[in-house]
């Protein structure tokens, strides 16, 4: 099926950090698989700035694990938590610089996809796709399909489970598309769901 939507370059993701977090909400993320592609507007995104972010993965240094962190910019950082759920990453920021927005929530047809597990788990993304470029429209990509979000409907928030991060835990570096009823779910999803 032909698509005129715009894959997001590497340019887009070669900026700051929270620039590129809040500019995410309202973009799709697409994932193609067998019985076809599956687009999800992006809903809830956090970031991750620096070796200093004692949030971030690579303030503990520059590991196996980490290595895609400080690679180029629009690259896929997927890592697997309480070993079974799935995290989905993109690498921001100039290359050297680890940092990274993980997606945190999709809607996928009007049903919100919340938590990051619950959404690779939907978009069948594991850890075959960490360091997959997201810029080449292949496997897994984002897309603008010019929809414009007011920034009053954008909540700017701290991030979750982080905690251990002390002081750096309360950066507001969440963002998340306000939808009706939204408000009213917040307290019950955010404890059910995984980071």
């Known amino acids: 099926m032909e698509t005129r939507h715009k ?3 590497p340019s887009y993701f070669n900026q700051p950090t929270l620039e590129v977090a809040r500019s995410l909400i309202g973009k799709y993320l697409v994932r193609d ?3 076809g592609p599956i687009a999800g507007k ?3 995104v956090e970031a991750y700035v620096g070796p200093e972010d004692h949030a971030c993965h690579a303030s503990k240094g520059r590991t196996q694990r980490t290595d895609v962190l400080f690679g180029p910019a629009g ?3 997927v890592y697997l938590i309480y070993g079974m759920y799935h995290c989905l990453n993109v690498v921001t920021e100039r290359k050297g610089f680890p940092a990274a927005v993980l997606i945190r929530a ?3 047809e009007g049903c919100l996809v919340d938590g990051p597990g619950r959404l690779c788990r939907e978009l069948g993304i594991d850890r075959t796709l960490n360091r997959q470029d997201l810029t080449r429209g292949a496997a897994l990509w984002f897309e603008d399909r ?3 979000v007011p920034q009053k409907m954008i909540a700017t928030l701290p991030r979750i489970g982080v905690d251990y991060a002390g002081l750096w835990a309360k950066k507001p570096w969440r963002f998340r598309l306000q939808t009706v ?3 009213n779910r917040k307290g019950a999803r955010e404890t059910r769901r995984a980071k």
Do not use: H, K, T
């Open 7 to 9: 894959i997001l370059p």
């Open 75 to 77: 690259m896929a950082y």
């Open 146 to 148: 010019d929809r414009i």
């Open 106 to 108: 999709i809607e996928i």
């Open 42 to 44: 992006i809903i809830e």
């Open 181 to 183: 009823g939204d408000s």
């Open 33 to 35: 698989r067998e019985q």
